[in-house]
């Protein structure tokens, strides 16, 4: 008598299939791209951060500069305890009994550093001195003559620097950058140093 034959002995034999070479280098390939372009993305945070901290910065000198030329309220600059940097302006009106405080102006919005700025080293100073602005503000009332503002600040890494300087007449303020192991530029006065007819 004969068994019955399974169907698994009926089928013929397939062989394995596995990837071939050019499925892998495909997929290596395409595994190289996404690299390419996460890795970068990855690394430059840090830079990105800061340099949106730095904007910000000068944004917030733009609107001091432009409320000095063409407002009416003394303003300021002021470091809350939390190390935001803000405008202020002097909130007058004779109708309201408090006021004399210093608010917020609501126009600005004030900079909340990332992470990626060391707070202790942002350091404001008006023509040459450092101040402290935590609750005390900065002040200035337009159609005085306003002071040299100048913002330092840098990354945790000590990587980044940068200084925002606003010159007392200036309506814009101008960001200088440095990274950590290159030398400081300094302006180099050519008709001083006998160097006018030099071509630069």
Request: aromatic share 6%; glycine share 6%; net charge negative.
């Amino acid at each position: 008598m004969f068994a019955p034959a399974s169907s698994s002995s009926l089928s013929p034999a397939r062989p394995r299939r596995g990837f071939t070479l050019l499925e892998v280098m495909v997929v290596g390939v395409l595994l190289a791209v996404l690299a390419a372009i996460a890795v970068p993305r990855l690394t430059g945070n840090t830079r990105r951060s800061f340099d949106l901290a730095a904007d910000q910065v000068a944004d917030l000198l733009l609107m001091y500069a432009q409320r000095d030329a063409f407002g009416a309220k003394p303003i300021g600059l002021m470091k809350n305890e939390r190390g935001w940097l803000m405008l202020v302006q002097l909130d007058i009106d004779a109708s309201d009994e408090r006021s004399g405080d210093w608010r917020i102006d609501p126009f600005v919005p004030p900079v909340k550093f990332p992470d990626e700025v060391d707070l202790s080293s942002v350091v404001v100073t008006a023509n040459g001195q450092r101040l402290d602005i935590i609750g005390q503000p900065l002040s200035h009332t337009p159609g005085e003559d306003r002071p040299s503002v100048q913002v330092f600040m840098q990354s945790r890494d000590r990587e980044y620097q940068t200084t925002i300087d606003l010159a007392p007449h200036a309506l814009a303020p101008v960001r200088s950058d440095r990274r950590t192991g290159t030398p400081r530029r300094v302006a180099v006065d050519l008709d001083a140093a006998g160097r006018s007819r030099e071509d630069w």
